[in-house]
């Protein structure tokens, strides 16, 4: 089962730390990401890490904005969002997965958790 928390509403240019908390003890066997979806919109990929952390992949829209990391000893997994826009505003999900690559290609064998809501007002 996977937790997300840190949604909020903040202003343009301001920043939030979402975390992902697994109820699982092997977590660290799992790769996970972030996704989220906008109103209207379909979900879509935002990042994702492997196993140890030490493997990262970031959309194009938040590439060098945003940082995904986990830590293992406490079965979580960080997005840190600086610099936000309205653009970003959305329901951000976490998710995981036993390889990278099912992250990344949104595949159906993913487990997720539920969303944590995103409001960045202009």
């Known amino acids: 089962q996977l937790q997300a928390s840190g949604g909020g509403l903040v202003q343009a240019g301001g920043s939030l730390r979402l975390s992902c908390a697994a109820s699982?003890?092997?977590?660290?066997?799992?790769?996970s990401g972030w996704f989220r979806q906008a109103p209207g919109k379909e979900r879509e990929f935002v990042a994702a890490?492997?196993?140890?952390?030490?493997?990262?992949y970031y959309a194009d829209s938040v590439k060098g904005r945003f940082t995904i990391s986990r830590d293992n000893a406490k079965n979580t997994v960080y997005l840190q969002m600086p610099s936000l826009k309205p653009d970003d505003t959305a329901v951000y999900y976490c998710?995981?997965?036993?390889?990278?690559?099912?992250?990344?290609?949104?595949?159906?064998?993913?487990?997720w958790g539920q969303g944590t809501q995103v409001t960045v007002s202009s």
């Open positions: 998710a995981a997965a036993t390889t990278l690559r099912a992250i990344i290609v949104g595949s159906s064998n993913i487990y």
């Open positions: 699982t003890g092997d977590f660290s066997y799992y790769a």
């Open positions: 890490i492997g196993y140890s952390g030490g493997t990262n």
